[in-house]
């Protein structure tokens, strides 16, 4: 079966630098996405990865290592407002998204 | 602004109503889908669509029906609601269909509860 695991949650303090892990095992690969999604709120697109590396946007950066079946989503500088669920989904190779159940992080002051 | 928008944003019904859940885009997506968000579950998918008049079974698609008669709406029906359909459900928007590599726009949610 296809599979997408990552933490449940996560602690981090404001200011500080988290890394949230999420490993896959899918019927293919067409690109890894990760979200954030606020208590209450809709998802929002943070990062697509489909080629092995690191993508850097702003205080947030996305890695993907397919040989190995591995993401993480590294938060720099965090805010209290980064506090949300990061969800991790991957294409397989339909082209259908197999979603994570999502990593809720904690901002601490 | 352009968005998604769903309706309602909350509902309790008892079991075995008909309910149908709206979603309305103005981004002119061509594909559109629903998911279901339940507490410890990622996000799955219900039903989709990749064009206009065209629709598609995703992951768990029992005990509910969609239609796409255009671009910009594609509304959820269930037509006995059940206990176990109690979930937040959210409706989603892509330029392209099955294939695509593009973000998903998210609506803001409806919360279904099911008595």
Request: no cysteine; aromatic share 0%; net charge neutral.
């Given at each position: 079966g296809q599979n997408i695991d990552q933490p449940t949650e996560m602690t981090a303090t404001e200011g500080a630098i988290v890394q949230i892990n999420c490993t896959y095992q899918t019927s293919g690969f067409n690109g890894l996405f990760w979200y954030q999604q606020h208590a209450g709120e809709a998802p929002t697109f943070l990062s697509y990865n489909v080629l092995d590396g690191l993508e850097e946007k702003g205080r947030f950066s996305s890695f993907l290592s397919r040989s190995k079946g591995y993401s993480y989503l590294l938060l720099k500088e965090?805010?209290?407002?980064?506090?949300a669920s990061y969800l991790c989904a991957v294409m397989d190779s339909n082209y259908q998204l197999i979603w994570g159940a999502g990593t809720k992080l904690i901002i601490k002051p | 602004i352009a968005g998604i928008t769903q309706a309602p944003t909350s509902q309790i019904l008892a079991a075995g109503r008909r309910m149908t859940l709206r979603c309305t885009q103005d981004?002119?997506?061509?594909a559109m889908y629903w998911y279901r968000q339940d507490l410890g579950l990622g996000l799955r998918l219900i039903h989709y669509s990749n064009t206009a008049g065209t629709t598609g079974k995703g992951e768990v698609p029992d005990g509910y029906s969609v239609s796409r008669a255009n671009t910009d709406d594609f509304p959820l029906t269930l037509a006995s609601a059940v206990p176990s359909q109690t979930s937040v459900y959210f409706c989603a928007s892509s330029e392209?269909?099955?294939g695509h590599t593009g973000e998903l726009f998210f609506g803001e949610g409806s919360r279904l509860t099911v008595l």
């Open positions: 965090l805010q209290m407002k980064d506090s | 981004m002119r997506h061509n392209e269909g099955s």
